[in-house]
Structures are given as C-alpha cells and as structure tokens.
C-alpha cells in the first residue's frame, strides 16, 4: 500500500505537532530568507513569496520592535562565528502575538559562513498564562495589602510584584495583566 507513510509526506505534520512552526534557510550572500509555508503565513508573507526567498526586513516587520536588537545581534554574531543562532522574540501575526524560539545551524565553507537552516518553535502559551495569572494574583496580593494598612504586608507585596516585573522587564516571563 503506497499511502506516503514513511516518505516523508507527513513531516511536516509531526513537526507541527511538536511545536514547529517554520522552516527557514537564511542565504547570507543573496540576502534572502526562504520560507516554508507555515513561517510565510505566521510572518505575513504569501507562501509563493516565501518560498522563492523573501529580504530579512519582510520578516522583520512582523517581530516586535523591542525584540528587534537582540533577534538582529545574536543572527550578526552567528554568521560572524560560525556558531548557532538562537533567538526568542514575539511575532504579530495569525491575528495575534506570538513567542517565537528561532535556531539556525550555521552553514560555512572555507571558514566563512554562507548561510543558516533554521526551525522556529512556538513558545509554550500555557507558562505563559500561568505567570500571568501569577503577576494578577500578586497585584490583587498589593490591593488588600493596601486596604488592610499593614505596612509589612505591604512592603513584601510590593517586592513581589517588583520581582516578577523584573522578570518580565528581562523576558524571563510574559507581561502580568492588570494594574494595583
């Protein structure tokens, strides 16, 4: 029975399964970026488009711009030594914003890198939800706190909050929803 099991016909399924949402090939000389069909529609591009080979600066415009500087330094520093690309940025895409952990393995000859094959995964959204909730739950701790006077209380509130926009501010987590 010939029902392309085995052949390579359902990659791209089980990569989707496991959290792949792009296939990519950066060809450093040419400046294009070609793209499977699923990173062409995460990033807003037609698929034809992506597939011939689209200019980094189309995908570019659908990271966030806060997340732009370290995307852009850490693919300069790949291709500069020859080391892995690995990045975690947010894409507006799909009708929403979406994490994204992109890695590339450097591809050299003669020393010098001439392009990178890369995946990028989708970042879990279900640790996501749960540090936001935990940042709503410490600005709801602070509110209480503050309708019960207790300035100790307050004071230890108030440093959990800090500590977990600290961990937002270094993108350890997503952002807390809500305001105290």
């Not at 792949?20 to 529609?41: F, K, P, Q, T």
Request: net charge negative; aromatic share 4%.
């Amino acid at each position: 029975m010939d029902d392309g099991v085995g052949r390579g016909l359902n990659v791209h399924a089980a990569l989707a399964a496991a959290g792949v949402v792009g296939l990519w090939e950066y060809r450093i000389n040419l400046d294009l970026v070609i793209c499977d069909e699923a990173m062409s529609r995460l990033y807003g591009i037609h698929p034809d488009e992506g597939v011939k080979g689209v200019p980094p600066s189309l995908l570019r415009r659908a990271i966030e711009e806060d997340d732009l500087p370290e995307a852009i330094g850490n693919l300069k520093r790949a291709i500069d030594t020859g080391g892995y690309y690995q990045a975690r940025y947010r894409v507006k895409g799909n009708g929403g914003v979406h994490w994204i952990s992109a890695r590339a393995k450097p591809i050299s000859i003669n020393g010098r890198t001439v392009s990178l094959s890369g995946i990028n995964l989708m970042v879990s959204t279900e640790a996501s939800e749960l540090h936001s909730k935990l940042g709503s739950t410490a600005i709801e701790l602070l509110s209480l706190c503050r309708q019960s006077n207790d300035l100790v209380a307050i004071y230890f509130a108030e440093m959990l909050l800090e500590h977990i926009s600290s961990l937002i501010s270094t993108r350890t987590i997503g952002p807390v929803a809500g305001s105290a």
